[in-house]
């Protein structure tokens, strides 16, 4: 499925506020605001509010699927805005799909 492109550069959040830290391992392919994001990356989450009753229990990172099937970066799929976030919990739950507010519009990728 074709999409825009994510880079350092986007805006992604846990469905509950909480902001991913967008960090990469990919060194040397850059998209017009930053480098591009890898399916393999893992995104850690900071300043989730989500609480189960009373009990505090934040999003801690997101995990990728579904990254650009026809396009690789050191032979890693980039992500694309429609890639499949999972919001994992500390204890190892998945609390929900990645929310992509902001992104770069100029390149996109299959």
Not at 2 to 18: A, F, N, Y
Not at 58 to 64: A, E, G, L, Q, S
Not at 70 to 97: R, Y
Not at 104 to 109: C, E, I, L, N, T
Request: some cysteine.
């Amino acid at each position: 499925m074709p999409g825009t492109l994510l880079t350092v550069g986007s805006t992604i959040m846990c469905p509950h506020g909480g902001q991913a830290q967008l960090v990469t391992t990919n060194a040397n392919v850059f998209g017009p605001d930053g480098l591009l994001l890898l399916e393999s990356d893992i995104h850690p989450i900071v300043g989730c509010p989500f609480t189960v009753g009373s009990k505090y229990s934040p999003c801690v990172k997101i995990t990728w699927s579904a990254g650009a099937s026809k396009l690789k970066v050191g032979g890693k799929s980039p992500l694309l805005e429609t890639s499949a976030g999972k919001c994992i919990g500390a204890e190892g739950a998945i609390q929900g799909a990645a929310i992509v507010a902001v992104t770069q519009s100029k390149d996109s990728a299959q």
